[in-house]
T-cell receptor, first 114, second 116 residues
Framework: EPEVTQTPSHQVTQMGQEVILRCVPI?????FYWYRQILGQKVEFLVS????????KSEIFDDQFSVERPDGSNFTLKIRSTKLEDSAMYFC????????????FGPGTRLLVL | DQQVKQNSPSLSVQEGRISILNCDYT??????FLWYKKYPAEGPTFLIS?????DKNEDGRFTVFLNKSAKHLSLHIVPSQPGDSAVYFC???????????????FGKGTHLIIQP
């Protein structure tokens, strides 16, 4: 069964460093998402991406964040200058159609900023 | 502002019995609701969903009920099995102005423990 994959599974970085989290969505899906879950808190929407551009973003997704689909398969989240509070699980998700269609999540990347 | 609320942080149910997980929402623009199951150190796994035009959707042991007037939905698991022990998240999406690339709004989750 097709699934969303994410790399790396764990990432440790120093405050102020740039990190790139990678995702390979399900191959025929058209909509891509990033979410995060800070330890002990709920899953929060960051950004959605469709047709090679950002469709929607939350207040969390500030200028430090960017997303890209550099080729036909990868979908990346870049944090330019990491802060301690960026430590969280980051989940990528994808879905096939526009409205009322299920989003499928990857296993996540655990980011720890020291 | 919690637009999706799961007021029970945990729920303990005996194996074989019915598990009922509840979720309330405040945003009347939500039109699609989903339940996800999550194990530690894994991503949310889709379980079942329901559109706002329906009041019930069933898939095997899982049934979701939607009461729009009360802005309430529930997930029923019958019979409960040990493998059902996990955190269950209620999520909702809103009619978007266009494109359909709506982000999901999640509740805080309910930790379901199935006791043998």
């Amino acid at each position: 069964e097709p699934e969303v994959t994410q790399t790396p599974s764990h990432q440790v970085t120093q405050m102020g460093q740039e990190v790139i989290l990678r995702c390979v969505p399900i191959s025929n899906h058209l909509y891509f998402y990033w979410y995060r879950q800070i330890l002990g808190q709920k899953v929060e929407f960051l950004v959605s991406f469709y047709n090679n551009e950002i469709s929607e973003k939350s207040e969390i997704f500030d200028d430090q964040f960017s997303v890209e689909r550099p080729d036909g398969s990868n979908f990346t989240l870049k944090i330019r200058s990491t802060k301690l509070e960026d430590s969280a699980m980051y989940f990528c998700a994808s879905k096939l159609l526009a409205v009322q269609e299920t989003q499928y999540f990857g296993p996540g990347t655990r980011l720890l900023v020291l | 502002d919690q637009q999706v609320k799961q007021n029970s942080p945990s729920l303990s149910v005996q194996e074989g019995r019915i598990s009922i997980l509840n979720c309330d929402y405040t945003n009347s623009m939500f039109d699609y609701f989903l339940w996800y199951k999550k194990y530690p150190a894994e991503g949310p796994t889709f379980l079942i969903s329901i559109s706002s035009i329906k009041d019930k959707n069933e898939d095997g042991r899982f049934t979701v009920f939607l009461n729009k007037s009360a802005k309430h939905l529930s997930l029923h698991i019958v019979p409960s099995q040990p493998g059902d022990s996990a955190v269950y998240f209620c999520a909702a999406s809103e009619r978007s102005s266009g494109g359909g690339a709506d982000g999901l709004t999640f509740g805080k989750g309910t930790h379901l423990i199935i006791q043998p």
